[in-house]
């Protein structure tokens, strides 16, 4: 795991960006495509809004990138909630993506066909490679969930499922996420993380004792990838560096 502190949201949103462009120029070396796992949330808005302006929206090739969802609320597209909507907004809409290269989690049709659907996706894509996305983007709530992987939820421990929908009471809405399985075996996971109110959950999730249960985030860790965090200097108050 490699951990990286920015000063605030403006610099680790650049530095991510950047980051994420050269990763992916240094992937497409070698392969034709690239896979990208976006997240929702509100933290990664800035990060995406780089990456559509100058110099990325020229220099990454847009073209050969395949993107899918981490998890998504099912609700409407339109609806502002909505995982995909807010990156098309910030990100899709405005850079030169090829339309059938994008995989959205859908809301037009009932949570457990969608997360049906996808599953049957990620299996026609993946196939019986061993390793799965590229690059997995992953938020963390306060509460130390990452994708719809919630504290005590039994979604936490699926090891057969890719994709799967569930009701969650606290927001009154179904969500539709991918499981752990699918993240741990992709070449690279980026947390991205900010903000004083997730410093007490992010030096439990790296420092403190393993409880999944409690800290979901703490399952995520690629069998044969790379893990980073990416962290603004409030996030990391609590963690202590070279423990
Ligand atoms: O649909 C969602 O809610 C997200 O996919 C979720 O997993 C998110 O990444 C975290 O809750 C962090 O969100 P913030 O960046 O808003 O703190």
Redesign the pocket.
């Given at each position: 795991m490699e951990i990286h502190i920015s000063k605030d949201t403006e610099q680790l949103s650049n530095e991510l960006a950047e980051w994420i462009s050269h990763y992916i120029q240094q992937v497409l070396e070698k392969k034709e495509r690239f896979t990208f796992v976006l997240?929702?949330?509100?933290?990664?808005k800035l990060l995406y809004s780089k990456l559509a302006e100058m110099p990325y929206k020229e220099s990454i090739p847009w073209n050969r990138i395949h993107f899918f969802?981490?998890?998504?609320?099912a609700v409407p597209f339109e609806d502002s909630?909505n995982?995909a909507r807010m990156c098309f907004e910030e990100l899709l809409e405005k850079v030169p993506v090829v339309a059938e290269n994008i995989h959205v989690m859908r809301t037009d049709i009932d949570p457990d066909s969608s997360a049906e659907a996808y599953e049957s996706i990620l299996k026609t894509y993946f196939q019986d490679s061993e390793t799965t996305f590229d690059l997995v983007l992953?938020?963390?709530?306060?509460d130390g969930?990452?994708?719809?992987?919630f504290p005590g939820t039994d979604v936490i421990h699926e090891q057969n499922a890719w994709a799967t929908s569930f009701f969650l009471p606290a927001q009154d809405m179904y969500?539709i996420?991918l499981t752990a399985p699918p993240v741990n075996q992709s070449a690279c996971v980026v947390f991205?993380?900010?903000?004083s109110?997730?410093a007490e959950t992010l030096k439990n999730v790296l420092q403190g004792e393993r409880n999944m249960d409690l800290y979901p985030s703490q399952i995520i860790n690629p069998e044969n990838g790379q893990l980073h965090w990416f962290v603004d200097e409030a996030a990391a108050s609590l963690y202590q560096s070279g423990k």
């Amino acid at each position: 795991m490699e951990i990286h502190i920015s000063k605030d949201t403006e610099q680790l949103s650049n530095e991510l960006a950047e980051w994420i462009s050269h990763y992916i120029q240094q992937v497409l070396e070698k392969k034709e495509r690239f896979t990208f796992v976006l997240s929702g949330g509100g933290t990664p808005k800035l990060l995406y809004s780089k990456l559509a302006e100058m110099p990325y929206k020229e220099s990454i090739p847009w073209n050969r990138i395949h993107f899918f969802w981490g998890d998504e609320r099912a609700v409407p597209f339109e609806d502002s909630r909505n995982n995909a909507r807010m990156c098309f907004e910030e990100l899709l809409e405005k850079v030169p993506v090829v339309a059938e290269n994008i995989h959205v989690m859908r809301t037009d049709i009932d949570p457990d066909s969608s997360a049906e659907a996808y599953e049957s996706i990620l299996k026609t894509y993946f196939q019986d490679s061993e390793t799965t996305f590229d690059l997995v983007l992953l938020g963390m709530g306060d509460d130390g969930h990452t994708l719809s992987l919630f504290p005590g939820t039994d979604v936490i421990h699926e090891q057969n499922a890719w994709a799967t929908s569930f009701f969650l009471p606290a927001q009154d809405m179904y969500r539709i996420t991918l499981t752990a399985p699918p993240v741990n075996q992709s070449a690279c996971v980026v947390f991205l993380a900010a903000g004083s109110g997730k410093a007490e959950t992010l030096k439990n999730v790296l420092q403190g004792e393993r409880n999944m249960d409690l800290y979901p985030s703490q399952i995520i860790n690629p069998e044969n990838g790379q893990l980073h965090w990416f962290v603004d200097e409030a996030a990391a108050s609590l963690y202590q560096s070279g423990k």
